[in-house]
Every structure is written in C-alpha cells, then in structure tokens.
T-cell receptor, first 109, second 113 residues
Framework: GQNIDQPTEMTATEGAIVQINCTYQ??????LFWYQQHAGEAPTFLSY????GLEEKGRFSSFLSRSKGYSYLLLKELQMKDSASYLC??????????FGTGTRLTVIP | DVKVTQSSRYLVKRTGEKVFLECVQD?????MFWYRQDPGLGLRLIYF???????EKGDIPEGYSVSREKKERFSLILESASTNQTSMYLC????????????FGPGTRLTVT
C-alpha cells in the first residue's frame, strides 16, 4: 500500500524560514512532488525530486532522502502570500501520484 | 501555458440526480485524472485515463463512472448523486512519465442536497 504523512498545520512568522516534512512508504517509488494550494484554488506545481539531495528554486527548496523515505520543503523569507496548503505527492510507475493530506501553513506578521 | 478547464465552479444537485462534470485540457496530454478533495482526507483519485477510450479505477471509484471519447475531454459521471458525494472535484492532466507534473483545473465544488 501507499502511505504519506505530513503535519496537518504549521504557523510561522513573516520573514522566517519554515520546513515542512513529508514521510512516505510506497511500493515502486519513483519521485516526489510538492504542490502549493491556496484556499479555493487548484494545486500548482512547486518541485519534483527524483535523486537524493536538495533542489533549490528561489525562496523554495526541496530535499529528498530515498533511503529514509523522507522529504521536506523549505520556504525562506516567508511572505504573507505563502499562506497556503502544501501537498506532498509520491509517484510510482509512470502515471499515478499519491497525495498526502496536505500541510496548512499560516504566515503571521 | 497549459490550461485545464472544468465546466462549473459551483454545482448544486439533488439526491438521485445524474451529474456530469466535464474537464477539457488544451495541451494534448494523454493522461487525465479525476480527484475529490475533502478536509482531512486530501486528494483521492477516483478514475484516470491513459488515453482515449481507456480508463482505470483509482482508489475510490464506487458511485462514479467516466468517459473519454476525445483526447482533450474527460468526463466524470455520478450515476445517482448522494449526499456523501458532496465535495470538491479536481481534474488534472499530464504527459506520461514519472517526472511530469500534473496540471490541475480550478475545481468544481459540488453540493448534493
């Protein structure tokens, strides 16, 4: 079966750094996606990791450890607009994604 | 830019009605997906389609069916709507292959009364 865990909610201060963790147990793991979803809107792609290590993309970075079944999304210099849900999704095989329940991040002034 | 559109943003239907949710993508993607999203449960896959005329059950297909007659269009059908099908429905499409992201439509919030 597939199991993906991430914290339900997090709160962080504007300008700070926050790390959102995701652990997964999947058969035939290929890679890991992070999506951002603002309230009432569709998820939008943030990052994809297939190899171990850190991928940096502006203020956002994503890390993967395949041996530990672990990933995190790092958000730097937090802005109020970063308040959203962040979805971790593992891909197995060519066509399917398995999503976690999402982490709702609230950025406070 | 990839565009995935859904026929309605908000829909209210009565119990027992047949409901059609339409999704259209303009990037010639082979793969299309229907999810429902509920608080605390995340995104759950209902059905997906590898290509025209092809469909596969996802994790929660009961009470739903799908149709893919044309490559750009993927329809979700609720044969007899029930109150437990009140949810946000999201359509997505992608190019096949592990590293290709899914592009999501804006969602349809369906309320069954």
């Amino acid at each position: 079966g597939q199991n993906i865990d991430q914290p339900t909610e997090m709160t962080a201060t504007e300008g700070a750094i926050v790390q959102i963790n995701c652990t997964y147990q999947t058969s035939g793991f290929n890679g890991l996606f992070w999506y951002q979803q603002h309230a009432g809107e569709a998820p939008t792609f943030l990052s994809y990791n297939v190899l171990d290590g850190l991928e940096e993309k502006g203020r956002f970075s994503s890390f993967l450890s395949r041996s530990k079944g672990y990933s995190y999304l790092l958000l730097k210099e937090l802005q109020m607009k970063d308040s959203a849900s962040y979805l971790c999704a593992a891909t197995t095989g060519a066509n399917n994604l398995f999503f976690g329940t999402g982490t709702r991040l609230t950025v406070i002034p | 830019d990839v565009k995935v559109t859904q026929s309605s943003r908000y829909l209210v239907k009565r119990t027992g009605e047949k409901v059609f949710l339409e999704c259209v993508q303009d990037m010639d993607h082979e793969n299309m997906f229907w999810y429902r999203q509920d608080p605390g449960l995340g995104l759950r896959l209902i059905y997906f389609s590898y290509d025209v005329k092809m469909k596969e059950k996802g994790d929660i297909p009961e009470g739903y069916s799908v149709s893919r007659e044309k490559k750009e269009r993927f329809s979700l059908i609720l044969e007899s709507a029930s109150t437990n099908q009140t949810s946000m429905y999201l359509c997505a499409s992608r190019t096949p292959g592990a590293g290709h992201e899914q592009y999501f439509g804006p969602g349809t919030r369906l309320t069954v009364t």
